[in-house]
């Protein structure tokens, strides 16, 4: 099966800088990557995703990126504010039966310093 | 606004109990999931339904079962606590599309003493 890893687990940065948490994946099928933010007491909640036809794509501060060829793929966060303190996922997937199963990394907590 | 609610946000339970762990949406999704997630371990994929009394196994099944006997309602079952299940147990769904956002329930954060 698909596996994801996901660097580094922990990220602490100043307010105002940039952070970039990046992951791999081992499954050259799979085709779907999204990014899930995941606040104190909350679910995850979906903040990017993008598919293997594009290879960035950007919403605001944060934007992803995919290297097929390597089989990693990283979000990127830009002018960071404290709001942004949370712990970030990536996953990966592939079209499989009636359901899309996510194969999810193991998570970064990413501390925004003011 | 999808909304997934999860029956309990906290529970505490004794070795041997049987748990129930109730998940609703509002979306009329098709497929919905439960995850387990543990520090260090991220999401692991317990169960998933894509349809009303359909079940398929995710990558850790053992020592759970799940019911869905209505397509708004997804349950996950412990027959028998154990204190290695303890963790943070998360509902989620998604329509019958490829690929489509998985959204989450807030959690349930179970302790089996």
């Known amino acids: 099966g698909e596996n994801v890893e996901q660097h580094p687990s922990t990220l602490s940065v100043q307010e105002g800088d940039s952070a970039v948490i990046k992951c791999t994946y081992s499954?050259?099928?799979?085709?779907?990557f999204p990014w899930y933010k995941q606040e104190l007491g909350k679910g995850p909640q979906l903040i990017i995703d993008?598919?293997?036809?594009?290879g960035e794509k950007k919403d605001q501060r944060i934007a992803v990126t995919l290297n097929k060829t390597a089989k990693h793929f990283s979000l990127h966060i830009t002018e960071t504010q404290p709001e942004d303190s949370a712990v970030y996922f990536c996953a990966a997937s592939k079209m499989a039966g009636g359901a899309n199963n996510l194969f999810f990394g193991t998570g970064t907590r990413l501390t925004v310093i003011p | 606004d999808v909304k997934v609610t999860q029956s309990s946000r906290y529970l505490v339970k004794r070795t041997g109990e049987k748990v129930f762990l109730e998940c609703v949406q509002d979306?009329?999704?098709?497929?919905m999931f439960w995850y387990r997630q543990d520090p260090g371990l991220g999401l692991r994929l317990i169960y998933f339904s894509y349809d009303v009394k359909m079940k398929e196994k995710g990558d850790i099944p053992e020592g759970y079962s799940v019911s869905r006997e209505k397509k708004e309602r997804f349950s996950l079952i412990l027959e028998s606590a154990s204190t290695n299940q303890t963790s943070m147990y998360l509902c989620a769904t998604t329509s019958g599309a490829i690929q489509e956002t998985q959204y989450f329930g807030p959690g349930t954060r179970l302790l089996v003493l």
């Open positions: 979306m009329d999704h098709e497929n």
């Open positions: 993008i598919r293997s036809n594009v």
């Open positions: 499954d050259s099928a799979s085709n779907y």
